[in-house]
């Protein structure tokens, strides 16, 4: 089973930043398109940003302005950037391919947004 293996989250106060990490493994990271998605609790995962080989990006219109993603093939790395961070960006955030893949889920990092 490959796993992500993510990073960065933490709490912080709304309007705040935070950098999540994504290390995974250099055959699955040089083939594919990759993504964050989040989870609410009781919800599915959904899709947050989204970074192709070539460096385009895509992101859901409830983050657009305020999150980058990128990427660092040197590390099989997958970054997002997190600006004005607000309560209800408050999940878990797991990164994958695009599509997901099941076995490719990690344990994912808890992003709290709370003053």
């Known amino acids: 089973q490959v796993q992500m293996v993510e990073s960065g989250g933490g709490l912080v106060q709304p309007g705040g930043s935070l950098r999540l990490s994504c290390a995974a493994p250099?055959?699955?990271?040089?083939?594919?398109?990759m993504a964050w998605y989040r989870q609410f609790p009781g919800k599915e995962r959904g899709l947050v940003a989204a970074i192709t080989r070539g460096g385009n990006s895509t992101y859901a219109d409830f983050v657009k302005g305020r999150f980058t993603i990128s990427r660092d093939d040197a590390k099989n790395t997958v970054y997002l950037q997190m600006d004005s961070l607000k309560p209800e960006d408050t999940a878990v955030y797991y990164c994958?391919?695009?599509?997901?893949?099941?076995?490719?889920w990690g344990q994912g990092t808890q992003v709290t947004v709370s003053s």
């Open positions: 994958n391919i695009v599509p997901f893949r099941v076995t490719y």
């Open positions: 250099g055959n699955i990271f040089s083939v594919n398109a």
